[in-house]
């Protein structure tokens, strides 16, 4: 990033309600909603996600970031496989948690508001995940970077 590069604004979800699922299917983790307007077209939007999960049991979980830009309904974000996931995070034992997080820049060319969602599925329906494992807090944000260098 240029030397210039300043943040034009952040903002956050923190959430601490615990959420399960044994869909194999990508369905949204209802963690919540992070939403953005950003001030300029070609700023770069980095969205973090930060969590615990649980397994039950053996397998994979599969988590993935989703966008919505003018209501036209959630979308997985660009350069994404949307099969596999965004992230893939392996348990080969039962009952174990991790503390999971990623980032992801977002080149977006919108001065419209964008909202981010969590989705997961799991390799196996025997599995059930759990988000925000025993009450601990997650994080969504975004941060608005301003990358042309102008300083504006």
């Given at each position: 990033?240029p030397?210039?590069?300043?943040?034009?604004?952040?903002?956050?979800?923190?959430?601490?309600?615990?959420?399960?699922?044994?869909?194999?299917s990508?369905?949204?983790?209802?963690?919540?909603?992070?939403?953005?307007?950003?001030?300029?077209?070609?700023?770069?939007?980095?969205?973090?996600?930060?969590?615990?999960?649980?397994?039950?049991?053996?397998?994979?979980?599969?988590?993935?970031?989703?966008?919505?830009?003018a209501?036209?309904?959630?979308?997985?974000?660009?350069?994404?496989?949307?099969?596999?996931?965004?992230?893939?995070?392996?348990?080969?034992?039962?009952?174990?948690?991790?503390?999971?997080?990623?980032?992801?820049?977002?080149?977006?060319?919108?001065?419209?508001?964008?909202?981010?969602?969590?989705?997961?599925?799991?390799?196996?329906?025997?599995?059930?995940?759990?988000?925000?494992?025993?009450?601990t807090?997650?994080?969504?944000?975004?941060?608005e970077?301003?990358?042309?260098?102008?300083?504006?």
């Amino acid at each position: 990033t240029p030397a210039s590069t300043k943040v034009l604004q952040h903002v956050w979800n923190a959430d601490k309600t615990a959420r399960t699922s044994s869909s194999t299917s990508k369905v949204d983790s209802a963690f919540g909603v992070c939403s953005i307007t950003p001030t300029k077209a070609t700023s770069i939007i980095v969205v973090e996600f930060n969590a615990c999960i649980h397994f039950s049991a053996a397998a994979n979980a599969y988590m993935q970031l989703y966008f919505d830009t003018a209501s036209s309904g959630y979308a997985v974000v660009p350069n994404i496989q949307a099969d596999n996931g965004f992230c893939r995070y392996t348990n080969y034992n039962n009952n174990m948690s991790y503390t999971v997080g990623w980032r992801y820049d977002h080149d977006h060319n919108v001065t419209t508001e964008i909202n981010y969602k969590v989705y997961w599925s799991t390799s196996s329906g025997s599995n059930t995940m759990s988000l925000n494992y025993d009450a601990t807090y997650g994080t969504l944000s975004a941060t608005e970077y301003d990358v042309t260098g102008d300083g504006q």
